[in-house]
């Protein structure tokens, strides 16, 4: 019973380090910089987490990962209990469908539809796994920096408002979404 547990456990937390992406990734950033700005220190919380995207995509991967293979394996252990030789491809055959739908495609449905509550509310969560997690992922989000710096994609970081036209976009879509007033 403890191992089942250990399954479903982790296959939540599969499906919320997923689902946090995705609504972290995906939140109005225009509505998240207003509420940073009036103090909201969840806001704050997913701005600092946006700041380096090589760290947040680090600690995401790092958690879905160490759920996902503690899900496995726990599962393969079950299933080699229960059904003997033949019990690796049972959870095989098993826990893919689970982790996919359970992991990944209903979380992140769900926390992108309502992306801006949502990534307000793992944010804070996200940070804790940010220390959590940092001998981890710490050396992934170097290594990535260092391959960026390498391959020059880290050089195309542009400035937040680069062109007239994306101040214009960010302008009405703040007045469309009643972040900014006339």
Request: charge should be positive; include cysteine.
């Amino acid at each position: 019973a403890s191992l089942i547990a250990i399954v479903v456990v982790s296959l939540m937390a599969a499906g919320f380090f997923a689902g946090a992406e995705s609504a972290v990734v995906s939140c109005n950033k225009v509505k998240l910089h207003h509420r940073a700005a009036r103090g909201n220190r969840r806001a704050r919380a997913v701005e600092r987490l946006l700041s380096s995207s090589e760290s947040f995509f680090s600690i995401v991967l790092v958690g879905t990962n160490i759920a996902v293979v503690v899900c496995t394996a726990t599962a393969t252990a079950l299933t080699v209990r229960w059904f003997g030789e033949s019990g690796a491809a049972v959870a095989t055959a098993v826990m893919t469908p689970l982790i996919l739908v359970f992991g990944e495609v209903i979380p992140k449905a769900a926390f992108i539809y309502q992306a801006d509550r949502v990534s307000l509310l793992v944010g804070p969560l996200l940070r804790v796994f940010q220390f959590v997690l940092w001998p981890i992922a710490f050396p992934a989000t170097l290594l990535v920096r260092a391959l960026l710096r390498l391959t020059g994609a880290g050089d195309d970081r542009r400035d937040l408002l680069a062109s007239r036209e994306e101040l214009v976009y960010l302008y009405s879509r703040g007045k469309r979404d009643g972040v900014v007033e006339r």
